[in-house]
């Protein structure tokens, strides 16, 4: 099984409606990291969380918030989708500063 | 704030032929670290190669190595003997260490092609 599992894979969703995606781990790491990923720009960090208790906005954060419901579960919300935010979305996690981080496999969302 | 720059947006390589992908970064860190991440067609984001800043050794895995110069904050990831299943999306990466910041600062990626 995945180590990192992100749901669902693909999803596809009206303007204005609310949207959650969420990841799980096993890996046992307290860091957690919600990325968007968009043709051209490579990944930018939405939010991240470094225990159950830690949430950080990260550069572009605007109109997403995050749950961090369990030490292995971290979730995304777009409160009311517009299509720019249409992009590839990665869950990671790490252990411990300046070690790799570790991707789930990416949900693939399009907001029409 | 860090940067990363590729600025290579696309290469192009014949297999079993050696290419060497570009990677600057700006900080003003002394500690950190950087990485190399793959992302194949499958999209998932692999871990090719990561340094030290620390350390003046190149690191190397198998066909991967960087050429790591601290002075001009450069850092290049050489593939040796390329393969079909090297095509993929190539990302730098870069995390400071120390503090309470331990993101990761990613390039905007180099498109490989390895073609037979």
């Known amino acids: 099984d995945a180590d990192v599992t992100q749901t669902p894979r693909n999803r596809i969703t009206k303007t204005g409606k609310r949207i959650m995606l969420e990841c799980s781990q096993t890996?046992?790491?307290?860091?957690m990291y919600w990325y968007r990923q968009d043709p051209g720009l490579g990944l930018r960090l939405i939010y991240y969380s470094f225990d159950v208790k830690d949430i950080n906005k990260g550069e572009i954060s605007d109109g997403y918030s995050v749950s961090r419901q369990a030490q292995a579960k971290f979730s995304l919300s777009l409160e009311s989708a517009i299509p720019n935010q249409t992009a590839l979305y990665f869950c990671a996690t790490s252990d411990s500063p300046g070690y790799e981080q570790y991707f789930g496999p990416g949900t693939r969302l399009t907001v029409t | 704030a860090q940067t990363v720059t590729q600025s290579q947006p696309e290469m192009s390589v014949q297999e079993a032929e050696t290419v060497t992908l570009s990677c600057t970064y700006d900080t003003s860190e002394n500690n950190y670290y950087l990485f190399w991440y793959k992302q194949p067609p499958s999209r998932q984001m692999i871990l090719v190669i990561r340094?030290?800043?620390?350390?003046?050794q190149n690191a190397t895995e198998n066909r991967f190595s960087v050429n790591f110069q601290k002075a001009a904050k450069s850092f290049s990831l050489k593939i040796s003997d390329s393969q079909l299943g090297d095509t993929a999306m190539y990302f730098c990466?870069?995390?400071?260490?120390?503090?309470?910041?331990?993101?990761?600062?990613f390039g905007k990626g180099t498109l490989l092609t390895v073609n037979p």
């Open positions: 990466a870069f995390t400071r260490y120390g503090g309470s910041n331990y993101k990761l600062t």
């Open positions: 890996k046992g790491h307290d860091r």
């Open positions: 340094q030290e800043a620390y350390k003046q």
